[in-house]
């Protein structure tokens, strides 16, 4: 803890303390059973007298927030939610203990990555109405690498991923090769009781890309990203909102699920690898300190942090505007490679495949009227230089999609492999 109260507010000192320690167990950096420090550790940090630390406390107990165990000190109480929030928080100091890995200190002074970095994410990630502090980013290589930390830093083996089908997550298995079991759902009228009914008491996690889903592309109303989030938040099941695609959108976006969280319920993974360069291999997430220092940890165990020169580059692109002068010409590049491609489409495969018109991003989810999407199809078309994302990599059982890229190849190399793909479809 570095905070201070301000001897220049025009509130009192008592006031701002109680209003900081209020948010940091709204925020979920302290969770249900986070031991305080001691009154006389408070009164040195705060440079108050011990009595207004007792009046702080004796409030914030009053309130139902804290709670004192004889002998033992004064904790944050079980009911600290009900009383900010009405509904409690994901009980993170479970996730956290239920890993049997040790955490020990590396010896680095910034295993949360690059200060600099995440002070200026701070201000970008404003943009998406996320209000966060530094403590709350850990940088990571990557939001492969984020998933990663993930399953292995707070989930116990057998956990639940709920995931939207189909999914991402079937085609790269960091939740499985952890020992997590996937299950697919679908944002329905019934949603609450699949999820009550599959979770029972199991630890669970709901893993979701609102914005630009890999690999149908669609994006979620305002509507279906509370829905998701009230649910969520009501049976206690944490959300990863994977949301490394939302800066490729050709119009403006709904707002972040982690922009309606103030439980600290929402776990956001962003990056710049999809915008910027794959090769920097620069993400970040944001979540409750306690769930960033555990996920440091372990990181520094396994890669000793993030590249230094990386961060460096991220940080002057963001800072300086040339990331998001970046983003509008990349935009209009992959809007111009969309309509071509959709162009093309409308000529040749109307009569035997749908899809929607893109929103962004780099893919088509192309649906054949018959189940044509197979291995052979597949290895036909690899063999004369078309790579194609068949459906059943994300569902076993689709045979009908394809998942387009238009994102890398040349307009002339476009068109000569959808001609490819038409010819081969065609037998």
């Not at 279906?224 to 695609?245: F, H, N, W």
């Not at 890669?303 to 040339?322: C, K, M, N, P, R």
């Not at 018959?370 to 004369?384: D, G, S, T």
């Not at 194609?388 to 000569?416: C, F, M, Q, V």
Request: glycine content about 6%.
């Amino acid at each position: 803890m570095h905070w201070k109260p301000d001897r220049q507010s025009h509130l009192t000192v008592h006031v701002q303390i109680v209003e900081w320690m209020k948010t940091r167990i709204e925020r979920g950096d302290w969770t249900v059973g986070t031991k305080l420090p001691t009154q006389r550790h408070l009164a040195v940090q705060f440079e108050v007298n011990r009595s207004t630390i007792n009046l702080v406390l004796d409030e914030l107990k009053a309130d139902g927030l804290l709670e004192s165990k004889i002998g033992s000190g004064t904790f944050v109480a079980n009911n600290s939610w009900n009383v900010l929030l009405d509904k409690s928080q994901p009980n993170w100091q479970h996730s956290l203990k239920s890993l049997s890995l040790e955490s020990r200190a590396i010896g680095y002074s910034e295993p949360q990555g690059s200060k600099k970095l995440r002070s200026i994410l701070c201000e970008y990630l404003k943009k998406r109405g996320i209000e966060t502090a530094p403590e709350n980013i850990l940088i990571v290589s990557g939001a492969l690498q984020a998933l990663q930390l993930i399953a292995v830093g707070l989930l116990e083996e057998g956990a639940i991923i709920f995931q939207e089908h189909p999914s991402y997550l079937n085609s790269i298995h960091p939740f499985q090769s952890a020992g997590m079991r996937m299950i697919p759902v679908q944002r329905d009228d019934n949603l609450t009781n699949t999820l009550r009914v599959a979770k029972r008491k199991r630890q669970s996690l709901f893993y979701c890309v609102p914005t630009l889903h890999n690999p149908t592309g669609r994006n979620w109303t305002i509507e279906e990203r509370k829905a998701l989030y009230s649910t969520c938040k009501q049976l206690q099941i944490p959300i990863i909102e994977d949301d490394v695609y939302h800066e490729l959108l050709f119009e403006s976006s709904s707002p972040a699920l982690k922009s309606f969280d103030q439980s600290g319920q929402v776990l956001y993974v962003g990056s710049v690898s999809k915008t910027l360069s794959p090769g920097l291999r620069i993400g970040w997430i944001v979540a409750p300190e306690p769930v960033i220092q555990r996920l440091a940890d372990i990181k520094m165990q396994t890669d000793y942090g993030s590249s230094a020169f990386s961060q460096e580059i991220v940080a002057h692109w963001i800072a300086t505007g040339l990331y998001e002068s970046h983003i509008l010409q990349l935009r209009e590049q992959l809007k111009l490679r969309a309509t071509f491609v959709e162009e093309i489409l409308e000529q040749q495969f109307q009569h035997i495949a749908t899809w929607e018109k893109s929103e962004g991003g780099f893919y088509i989810w192309l649906r054949f009227n018959e189940p044509i999407v197979n291995k052979a199809l597949f290895l036909n078309l690899l063999k004369k230089n078309v790579l194609i994302n068949p459906g059943y990599i994300y569902d076993t059982s689709d045979l009908h999609h394809i998942r387009l890229s238009y994102a890398y190849a040349s307009l002339e190399e476009l068109k000569e492999g959808l001609n490819i793909l038409m010819e081969l479809t065609r037998r």
